[in-house]
């Protein structure tokens, strides 16, 4: 064996190989991969070999659609046949909400250029003959799926990679990991050590244990899956003789199935809600290339369903049942990507759709691995959405909530009660005693809005029993004041005698005066978005950020891997060791004063003005901005004060009006004031031009921050894109995200967030659009939930368009 490469590649299956083949695609040819046993040993080798482009998630979709186009090639590069069926396929809904999900999906794809079609029970049974239109209200055709042979995808992979110089070792276990001083990793194992500049943990059922022995707990856990094989079906022979066709691929969302052809016969496979983990602690190391032992019982009530659904099942004999574990993230997308504090290991982990995902998951990481950027929107599969609060149990927990519900509906509406409440802050019990009903954002609970006794929301994909008590909070707001906890935003202390040069590199904005505040984009080197914050300059060479609390470790990892060598920066995530009130309206400086010695009138306290204040006896910063777009202000405390000010507030506000609100509200107080957010409309895939905010770039300042070329380089260009903000013509459901955006009847963008305005009483969407029909006024619509909805660009804010209410 070698004793150096550039880049090592733990793990044979799908991942590891695609991984493999991509770097090597990229160029970086001295690339070894080690396997443990022989390559697809983990769960690859007794995968269905199903693969679809369909997925929540639209960036998701856009890699999934990348591997399936991507077959051909590694087939022909290698000459491995990889047994592929492209054979289409139809999801199926039984119920009306279903369809309206169906519909969405649709939708998705239309911006994403996919070819999906929604049509009728009686259609879907001419393309899957097996079914009984009866069960069904509505379906949808996809003719990018199929179904291919699992180790012949991952040898071609392998090969392909190989023939472009990569090395592949196999029965060669990696027993540790040990970084040098240098950042480089020496690579143990059985056979003996190598020496890299870059690790990849493609371990798939053993990345847990490739994670621990670099102190890593990946969240990630194994569950049980089992499908199910038939003997020939005469049925299934019959319609490959009548149409010269194989029986396509179908999901039974209600029956929580998926089926296809094999040989004469069909596969039936289920994610069953009595899941089961496997080796929830630990894996084994020489867990053998073999099967679990079937449990039908467990998968039965699915079963059942799908002999009422597909009738032709219940004369059909089993033949097999395939019992084999595979892993998981607590919400089902990958892991991948590099680890904060971690120089050069990268993952590639937690992939359940090897077949779907893997090629988009092999090219994303080889980008980032040699280019330092994805190249893609990876945020979804990003490994940094989870902090270390997303412990061994917790992720036990949400994995087989995942699970059991990987066919059923999650509504816009709908949060998920797994592995919750876990994080909270010191009001939590108030929020709850005043009705709130709570969320969760980086594991932190937050209230979303605040019921009436016996009132909860009803999800669905429409407006619902929220609606009217969030326009309450959002009418108490712009008439007179709210309070909402914020301590889910992220806040960062940074200190030391670098700190104003390091943010001046790092951010693009020009730094405040002490006592300041502003908005602050953040660039990668492409020029793109990956964060805003809000700067402040505390005196002493101290700065305070707050950002999306979503992003803590996201940022984090970006921070740490561009502070100085020197130690001349300290940059300290406060997560819920700081947490915050805001109180927000045009009475809020009246109930501010009421708390506070200090002046803070208009001129006293400006806006965007930030300093230390006692509120009551509470030691406080306190700064002057809102979210909502309103007078308003922002209040952070350590968390022993937090209950003594919440109550305070109360008190002093009651006579004000004063009303709790929640996320929701301040979503509709937002958008009406054209305000993007962090994961919607800001992401790394946009330039600050194409996003709107060109006025926080600063090319003029001396500093040559990072982005800063490519962002002279949009500006002079203008970019692709505009953010634009339309008023829809909706009736019952408004835009949430994701919906196409048409100009003149054609698809021309995406919807990023949207929602009821209620202060203004419109609903509202924002998206990106092309630029060159950005400016339009006319000839715009919006698709929600099937409907093609006429839409009014919407240029100036609806609320407070010269901004006097939040300035004056
Ligand atoms: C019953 C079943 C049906 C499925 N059906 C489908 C389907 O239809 N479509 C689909 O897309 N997906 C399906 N899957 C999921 C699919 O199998 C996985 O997504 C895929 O196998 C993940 O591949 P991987 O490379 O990440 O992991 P693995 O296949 O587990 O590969 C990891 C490899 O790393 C090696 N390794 C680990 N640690 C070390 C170490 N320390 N040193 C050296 N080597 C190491 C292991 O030996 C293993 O070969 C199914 C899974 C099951 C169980």
């Known amino acids: 064996m070698q004793s150096h490469a550039q880049a090592v590649v733990i793990g044979g299956g799908v991942v590891g190989c695609s991984v493999l083949y991509h770097l090597t695609k990229a160029g970086w040819t001295d690339v070894v991969l080690l396997e443990r046993s022989e390559l697809t040993s983990g769960s690859t080798w007794h995968a269905a070999g199903g693969m679809h482009t369909i997925n929540g998630d639209p960036n998701v979709a856009k890699l999934q659609q990348y591997t399936i186009e991507l077959y051909d090639e590694i087939e022909e590069l290698s000459e491995q046949s990889i047994g592929l069926h492209l054979t289409g396929g139809v999801f199926l809904a039984a119920t009306n909400e279903r369809f309206d999900w169906l519909k969405s999906m649709h939708a998705k794809g239309l911006y994403l250029g996919m070819d999906t079609e929604i049509i009728s029970p009686k259609e879907a049974a001419e393309i899957f003959p097996l079914l009984d239109p009866d069960k069904f209200v509505g379906a949808m055709s996809d003719p990018l799926e199929g179904h291919l042979d699992p180790s012949g995808t991952t040898w071609a992979y392998a090969k392909a990679a190989q023939k472009k110089g990569a090395v592949i070792h196999q029965q060669t276990r990696v027993t540790d990991l040990q970084q040098n001083q240098d950042g480089s990793w020496r690579v143990i194992t059985e056979q003996g050590e190598i020496h890299t500049e870059h690790v990849v943990n493609a371990g798939g059922l053993w990345a847990r244990e490739v994670g621990r022995m670099v102190g890593l707990e990946l969240p990630v856990l194994a569950m049980e899956h089992m499908y199910l094989l038939t003997e020939d079906m005469p049925e299934v022979v019959a319609f490959n003789e009548s149409s010269g066709l194989e029986v396509p691929h179908c999901v039974d969302f209600d029956g929580e199935l998926y089926l296809r052809q094999e040989r004469k016969g069909m596969l039936m496979g289920t994610y069953e809600k009595a899941c089961k983990p496997w080796s929830p602690k630990e894996t084994p190391w020489d867990f053998p290339q073999e099967l679990l032992p079937a449990d039908i019982d467990r998968i039965a009530p699915s079963l059942e369903v799908g002999f009422e659904h597909f009738p032709a099942f219940q004369n059909a004999g089993i033949k097999q049942v395939i019992n084999g574990p595979f892993t998981f993230a607590p919400d089902g997308n990958p892991l991948i990507g590099p680890i904060k504090g971690l120089r050069g290991y990268w993952c590639a982990c937690g992939v359940m759709a090897g077949f779907s995902q893997g090629g988009g998951v092999g090219f994303a990481l080889s980008n980032w691995m040699i280019e330092g950027d994805p190249g893609f929107d990876v945020w979804a599969m990003d490994v940094s959405r989870y902090g270390d609060w997303a412990s061994l149990a917790y992720t036990n927990k949400k994995v087989q909530e995942n699970y059991s519900r990987r066919f059923s509906i999650r509504f816009p509406n709908e949060e998920l009660p797994a592995g919750r409440p876990l994080r909270t802050t010191p009001v939590y019990d108030r929020l709850l005693a005043a009705g709130a009903q709570m969320g969760e954002a980086y594991g932190l609970e937050q209230a979303l809005w605040f019921a009436p006794t016996g009132v909860v929301d009803d999800f669905s994909w429409r407006r619902s029993t929220d609606f009217e008590h969030v326009a309450g909070e959002v009418n108490a707001v712009r008439a007179a004041v709210g309070m909402m906890e914020i301590s889910s935003f992220a806040k960062y202390t940074i200190r030391g005698s670098g700190a104003s040069d390091w943010l001046d590199r790092l951010l693009t904005c020009r730094l405040p005066a002490e006592g300041r505040m502003t908005l602050a984009p953040m660039l990668n080197y492409a020029g793109k978005l990956i964060g805003d914050f809000s700067l402040a300059n505390l005196g002493d060479g101290e700065y305070f950020i707050a950002g999306s609390g979503l992003a803590e470790n996201y ?25 915050g009130l805001s109180i927000a309206g045009p009475k809020s400086r009246e109930l501010l004063q009421r708390l506070v010695d200090e002046d803070v009138g208009n001129q006293g306290f400006r806006f965007l003005d930030i300093r230390k204040l006692d509120v009551g006896m509470a030691p406080c910063l306190v700064g002057r901005v809102s979210f909502t777009g309103d007078l308003g202000y922002e209040i952070w405390m350590k968390p022993e004060f937090q209950r003594y000010v919440f109550d305070l507030i109360q008190s002093q506000g009651e006579d004000l009006g004063l009303r709790l609100f929640g996320s929701r509200a301040l979503n509709s107080l937002r958008i009406e004031k054209n ?134």
Request: glycine fraction near 12%.
């Open 555 to 579: 940022h984090m990892r970006w921070f740490t891997q561009n502070l100085p060598e020197d130690g001349s920066v300290e940059i300290i995530a406060r997560g819920a060791g700081l947490v």
């Open 675 to 808: 305000f993007g957010s962090w994961a919607k409309e800001y992401r790394p895939v946009y330039g600050p031009y194409e996003a709107g905010m060109g006025r926080f770039v600063a090319l003029k300042k001396e500093a040559d921050f990072i982005g800063k070329a490519a962002a002279a380089v949009e500006k002079e260009s203008g970019g692709k894109l505009r953010l634009r903000v339309f008023v829809v013509e909706a009736k019952d459901a408004d835009a949430i995200g994701d919906e196409p955006i048409r100009y003149e009847g054609e698809v021309k963008g995406w919807v990023t967030s949207g929602g009821y305005a209620h202060a203004s009483r419109v609903s509202v969407a924002m998206g990106y659009v092309a630029k060159e029909i950005a400016d339009k006024q006319y000839g715009w619509s919006i698709d929600i939930l099937g409907e093609t909805l006429p839409a009014t660009p919407q240029t100036e804010p609806l609320f407070d368009p010269s901004a006097e209410r939040m300035r004056g």
